[in-house]
């Protein structure tokens, strides 16, 4: 039945700070006292799992805890449609977003709640000339406008954190800690999340990493070699060769090897992937190869350290049956050729261990190929993956020179943009899966886009990309301000569209952050007045808000698009423009769940009765709190959900 007490559209994305106390109270209610953790009750459920020691092992810098309480602040911001700057804007399922990467996270926070499976990033690497943008938790949003140029439209410089800054490590670990936190959310169980970093902050990456996505989830440190030549930065010790990709599971148990198509691996890093020239054969399961034989090469695994894999293997290759005798047993069947373990060498063992149980023989015989040979037989086993194999912890063959040249190309002959992360490179990680969404919020120019895209392109996949690009200006005597790009995020933006236009792509839609449609959320309090003056200004402020329409600028489309994100939806969701009884309303859904919204100024009997009808029960419906009279109000939330603006 339908909850019949109107409620207030959601303002802010979701207090995460709220949820966790909601889960906790569901959890132990008996450590609450008048809705107050009562940490004294909390100590006596936990018992013994409570740590009373004062120095214990972690990893802190200065400014953690406020990096912390940010994950938790709710954002008031909105994503504004930009329907002109995307490709097939009503079709596609891939997003681009302008905007500081943290609000964005927080907004994605309710809709995308463990739906990404795999998160690429390439964040600053901290080496003194790199922007670090400085995280306003008063003003969130307007200090982002502000430091872009969109409220002033002259942007304020973007400073780098210079290694003279005494906070030079704590401020790139309080911009880095909040945004994997919320990322974290955002994945699947199996999930993964992929991070360029090289040696200036590899180490502090690593215990941030381990603290949010735990010790037991770390994948690997690939190493990629992306300048074989090596660069000598500091002046002192080797040249430097390599720059490394940390790799980290939601659940490891949920991720399994990282394999690719072998001639794509040969054909990538040559220098890496040799050999593999096996002949195919084929027999009733299909097509193989075959490798290695059946006994452990290992002399450490033996009759003393594994007696249950040491035994005689007596084989019929008419009847293609199979038995079993002790290894010092001479017994021998008629028709069947007797195989023993391999001898050991070790000089202390007689036998080489078998890899296969007895039982595993048996069940999976059909994975095993017996040669006959003068002396007996040798038992190989059957790779029937034989395509594709393992991939390495170091990468090499793919330089920052490719990078360079996969702007070029799209770009005839201009890169406009300084160590573009070469798309090969990303491929590798987004090929472990065939289909599901990609998140990118460090996006640059847009490598990781067109990443998926060329993959798709090869391998007919279903891969979706969400990108998130902070507005940071070119500089003016930049050769991407000169051909026409202010900005990085203008730049990526380009680049998708030329590289989905090459690649017979699915387009994207455009998202820009911006400030809420609802003047509730714009309000400043100050932070020198008295709370009851600032109470008394912000009503001010609000009764001014109010004698101007919300749709002054035309912006019903925008106020949609936060009640989609606000709700939890897709921003993937099908929006559809129509009339129902005398007025216009916006049918948004995601296929999970709907909601119907209506912006004019009265909500007509004709559209209430309507919506008290069998097709709209337990529909999420939106309009103007003032569009609807009390009786109305009580008629429509008996049959659905009732939420005003």
């Known amino acids: 039945m339908a909850n019949n007490k109107v409620k207030k559209v959601n303002l802010t994305s979701s207090n995460l700070s709220e949820e966790k106390l909601h889960e906790l109270r569901q959890i132990l209610p008996e450590a609450f006292s008048e809705d107050k953790i009562d940490w004294d009750s909390l100590k006596t459920v936990l018992g013994d799992h409570i740590d009373p020691r004062i120095e214990k092992f972690g990893f802190t810098w200065a400014g953690k805890s406020n990096a912390i309480r940010n994950v938790l602040m709710p954002s008031g911001a909105t994503l504004r449609p930009v329907k002109d700057a995307s490709v097939d804007f009503d079709k596609t399922e891939n997003l681009f977003i302008e905007g500081d990467n943290l609000e964005v996270l927080k907004l994605l926070q309710k809709a995308y709640f463990e739906k990404i499976k795999v998160i690429y990033i390439d964040p600053p690497y901290n080496t003194g000339s790199d922007f670090v943008y400085k995280d306003n938790f008063t003003a969130p949003v307007k200090g982002y406008l502000e430091q872009t140029g969109q409220i002033t439209g002259e942007g304020q410089k973007l400073q780098t954190n210079k290694e003279t800054n005494g906070r030079y490590h704590s401020d790139w670990l309080s911009m880095m800690y909040p945004r994997l936190k919320l990322a974290w959310n955002l994945l699947r169980d199996d999930g993964m999340i992929f991070v360029s970093i090289d040696d200036n902050e590899v180490h502090h990456l690593r215990l941030v990493m381990d603290e949010i996505f735990g010790e037991e989830n770390y994948l690997n440190a690939f190493a990629w070699v992306n300048n074989l030549k090596g660069r000598q930065i500091s002046g002192s010790g080797a040249a430097k060769t390599y720059e490394y990709v940390l790799a980290y599971a939601k659940k490891i148990e949920q991720v399994g090897i990282f394999e690719m198509s072998i001639e794509k691996l040969k054909s990538l890093m040559p220098s890496s992937y040799k050999g593999f020239n096996y002949e195919a054969e084929s027999d009733e399961g299909g097509d193989f190869v075959v490798k290695n034989e ?57 036998y080489h261990a078998w890899r296969w149980s007895k039982e595993k023989i048996v069940n999976e015989l059909s994975d095993l190929k017996f040669v006959e040979t003068e002396d007996g037989a040798r038992i190989y086993t059957k790779i029937r993956s034989y395509l594709s194999t393992a991939l390495k912890d170091i990468i090499t063959d793919i330089t920052t020179t490719n990078g360079a040249s996969d702007l070029k190309e799209l770009f005839g002959g201009s890169k406009h943009f300084d160590y573009p992360k070469p798309i090969e490179l990303i491929k590798i990680f987004v090929s472990q899966i065939e289909s599901g ?11 990781t886009a067109h990443a998926v895209l060329s993959l798709n392109a090869e391998d007919k996949g279903n891969r979706k990309f969400i990108l998130v690009q902070l507005p940071e200006a070119f500089d003016i005597h930049s050769d991407a301000y000169k051909a026409g790009y202010k900005t990085i995020a203008d730049l990526a933006v380009d680049r998708i569209k030329r590289a989905n ?16 449609n609802y003047p509730e959320n714009n309000f400043e309090f100050d932070p020198d007045k008295s709370e009851e003056e600032n109470q008394k200004a912000f009503e001010a402020y609000l009764a001014k808000a109010k004698q101007s329409s919300l749709f002054d600028d035309g912006n019903s489309l925008d106020i949609v698009y936060e009640n989609i994100i606000k709700e939890g939806l897709s921003l993937n969701s099908s929006v559809a423009e129509q009339k129902l009884g005398k007025n216009n309303v916006f049918t948004v859904t995601d296929g999970i769940r709907t909601l119907t919204i209506c912006l004019d ?43 005003t603006i």
């Open 501 to 516: 236009k090459k690649l017979s792509g699915t387009g994207f839609k455009v998202f820009k952050l911006g400030e809420s």
């Open 294 to 350: 059946l006994y452990n090469t290992n002399s450490a695994f033996n009759e003393e350290t594994r007696p249950n894999l040491v035994f005689n293997i007596h084989y019929n290759f008419k009847t293609k049956e199979v038995k079993f005798s002790e290894a010092n047993d001479a017994t021998s069947f008629p028709g069947f050729t007797k195989i023993t373990p391999k001898k050991n060498n070790d000089g202390r063992h007689k």
């Open 601 to 643: 100024r009265k909500v007509e009997d004709q559209t209430v009765r309507e919506l008290t009808g069998r097709d709209y029960k337990g529909h999420t419906f939106i309009c103007l709190d003032n569009a609807l009279n009390d009786t109305s109000k009580a008629n429509l939330g008996l049959n659905l959900e009732l939420k």
């Open 437 to 447: 969404i990609i998140l990118d919020f460090f996006a640059g120019s847009g490598s």
